[in-house]
């Protein structure tokens, strides 16, 4: 099981940026063999949870077509972090924020919501015009 904590969220105006942190802790940091893939999901007011990126430990990564021009993921193995550059922010990027953990290694895992084994509690993200 993965322990996930996200930070960062906040209010930005649209255009600007946002910096999201999830730190991950559990039984995977003493265990050389487990490597499960993270990932960043949201879910907007009366919308589904949507996925919005992915990494695994070797630096794959899979972007949502919505954010992938504005959005970067990046995974920092030895401090078991993952974060979530939102630059040019749009109103509809509003939303909860949720770091998402698979036991599996493969990116494909943390990019359905399915597949995923364990979940942060959530961080708001609102931007406003």
């Known amino acids: 099981q993965v322990q996930l904590a996200e930070s960062g969220g906040g209010s930005a105006e649209a255009g600007r940026s946002l910096t999201l942190s999830c730190a991950a802790s559990?039984?995977?940091?003493?265990?050389?063999?487990?490597?499960?893939?993270l990932g960043w999901f949201r879910q907007g007011p009366g919308k589904e949870r949507e996925h919005v990126a992915a990494i695994d430990i070797d630096g794959n990564v899979m972007t949502a077509d919505s954010v992938k021009d504005r959005f970067t993921i990046s995974r920092d193995n030895a401090k078991n972090t993952v974060s979530l550059q939102m630059n040019s922010l749009k109103l509809e990027d509003s939303a909860i924020y949720y770091c998402?953990?698979?036991?599996?290694?493969?990116?494909?895992?943390?990019?359905?919501?399915?597949?995923?084994?364990?979940w942060g509690p959530g961080t708001q993200v609102t931007v406003s015009s």
């Open positions: 559990g039984d995977f940091a003493f265990d050389p063999l487990i490597n499960p893939c």
């Open positions: 998402a953990a698979s036991k599996y290694q493969w990116v494909g895992y943390c990019r359905d919501v399915e597949s995923i084994d364990d």
